[in-house]
Antibody, heavy 124, light 109 residues
Framework: QVQLQQSGPGLVKPSQTLSLTCAIS??????????WNWIRQSPSRGLEWLGR?????????DYAVSVKSRITINPDTSKNQFSLQLNSVTPEDTAVYYC??????????????WGQGTLVTVSS | EIVMTQSPATLSVSPGERATLSCRAS??????LAWYQQKPGQAPRLLIY???TRATGIPARFSGSGSGTEFTLTISSLQSEDFAVYYC???????????FGPGTKVDIK
C-alpha cells in the first residue's frame, strides 16, 4: 500500500519561498512507471496541477506554465521523497497543496495515491 | 490549452436514484480521462481511468463512458457515502499537462 506523507509550514510570508516535502512509503521515487506530482486546490482556481518529477533512466521534470518561472520539484532518493519549492509567493498562492503519485497507464497518467493535503496561507 | 467543463454544477439526487454527470473537453483527449470523488477535508480519490476502467476497490455502481470530447460518469444507485464533489481530469501527452474540470457537487435531494 502506497502512502504519501506531506510536511512543511502552513504559513508563508509574501515574496518568500513555499517549501513542502512528500515522503513516500510502499513505492520508490525512482520508479520507472510512476511520476511524482504536486497539485493545489483553492476556491478560485479549483484543482491545479503544478508539476511532476519522474525517473526514466534519467530524471525529468515538467511544470505548469502558470508557475514555471517560480517552481522547482526535486527528488531525494536517499530519503525516498520529493519536494516542492515555489518562489516569490503572493496571497494568490494560498491553497491546499497535495502531493500525488501518477501511474502510467497506456498513453496517460492518473493520480492514484494522494497525500493528506497541507493548507498553505500566504500572509504577512 | 484544453479546457474541461462539467455539468451540472450541482446535482440533487435522492438515495437509491441514478446520477449522471457530464464532462466535456474543448478538444479531443481520446480516452485519456479520469474521474475523482472528493469529500470535505479529504484528498480526491480516483474512481475511473481510461474513461471507463474502475480503479481498484471502486464499487460496480460507478461506471464511466465516452471518448474524444464527451464523457459521462454514472452512479447507478446512489448510496449515502456517494454524496460528494466529482471531478474529471484529462492528461495531455505533449506538452505534458493535467487539467481538471470545475467539479459537480452531488447532494441529497
Amino acid at each position: 500500500q502506497v502512502q504519501l506523507q506531506q510536511s512543511g509550514p502552513g504559513l508563508v510570508k509574501p515574496s518568500q519561498t513555499l517549501s513542502l516535502t512528500c515522503a513516500i512509503s510502499g513505492d520508490s521515487v525512482s520508479s520507472n512507471s510512476a511520476a511524482w506530482n504536486w497539485i493545489r486546490q483553492s476556491p478560485s482556481r479549483g484543482l491545479e496541477w503544478l508539476g511532476r518529477t519522474y525517473y526514466r533512466s534519467k530524471w525529468y521534470n515538467d511544470y505548469a506554465v502558470s508557475v514555471k518561472s517560480r517552481i522547482t520539484i526535486n527528488p531525494d532518493t536517499s530519503k525516498n521523497q520529493f519536494s516542492l519549492q515555489l518562489n516569490s509567493v503572493t496571497p494568490e498562492d494560498t491553497a491546499v497543496y497535495y502531493c500525488a503519485r501518477a501511474l502510467n497507464w497506456g498513453a496517460a497518467y492518473y493520480f492514484d495515491y494522494w497525500g493528506q493535503g497541507t493548507l498553505v496561507t500566504v500572509s504577512s | 490549452e484544453i479546457v474541461m467543463t462539467q455539468s451540472p454544477a450541482t446535482l440533487s439526487v435522492s438515495p437509491g436514484e441514478r446520477a449522471t454527470l457530464s464532462c466535456r473537453a474543448s478538444q479531443s483527449v481520446s480516452s485519456n480521462l479520469a474521474w475523482y470523488q472528493q469529500k470535505p477535508g479529504q484528498a480526491p480519490r480516483l474512481l475511473i481511468y481510461g474513461a471507463s476502467t474502475r480503479a481498484t476497490g471502486i464499487p460496480a455502481r460507478f461506471s464511466g463512458s465516452g471518448s474524444g470530447t464527451e464523457f459521462t460518469l454514472t452512479i447507478s444507485s446512489l448510496q449515502s457515502e456517494d454524496f460528494a464533489v466529482y471531478y474529471c481530469q484529462q492528461y495531455n501527452n505533449w506538452p505534458p499537462i493535467f487539467t481538471f474540470g470545475p467539479g459537480t457537487k452531488v447532494d441529497i435531494k
